[in-house]
């Protein structure tokens, strides 16, 4: 791992970190499906992961740091995003925001596979937290669990 990645790496953990909506910063990963947007002196300013749900791709983490929050960053890393189907589930209304105009739409089922996946991955996701001893998130989603929002969209595929 080269030191910069090493470095986006202990930035997107302390982001986690602050934002319990997120996942937990011991599963962070920085890598393939991972967009860093930088400042002019090269520091990370907003990150965006996707994970494949097997029937589309879940927008899994999307922060901005607070300092360049009102930027625009957000709708820069939406843009970059070229697969077919895509979604998100978030709670943030800023997030919310930049995703419909982004051209996402609030939906209530990703589909039946995905979902099985999305099961999979957050029982997993739970169980980490509960072994790591993060009561702290746990109880904010489990609180929080019913102002997430599912936004989708697909993209048409050019040749």
């Not at 979902?115 to 746990?138: E, P």
Request: hydrophobic residues 40%.
């Amino acid at each position: 791992m080269k030191a910069e990645d090493v470095d986006d790496l202990a930035w997107i953990k302390s982001m986690m970190k602050q934002e319990l909506d997120l996942r937990p910063p011991s599963l962070a990963q920085f890598g393939k499906n991972s967009i860093i947007i930088r400042s002019d002196s090269g520091k990370p300013t907003a990150h965006m992961t996707v994970s494949n749900r097997w029937q589309g791709y879940e927008i899994n983490s999307l922060f901005v740091d607070p300092a360049h929050r009102g930027e625009g960053l957000s709708h820069a890393l939406l843009s970059k995003l070229k697969q077919n189907r895509l979604f998100c589930y978030t709670r943030d209304s800023r997030l919310q925001s930049a995703l419909a105009k982004a051209g996402y739409s609030r939906a209530v089922f990703p589909g039946s596979i995905a979902t099985l996946n999305l099961i999979l991955t957050r029982s997993t996701m739970f169980a980490w937290m509960f072994l790591t001893l993060d009561f702290k998130r746990i109880f904010h989603q489990i609180r929080h669990l019913s102002k997430y929002k599912l936004y989708m969209k697909i993209n048409k595929v050019t040749d």
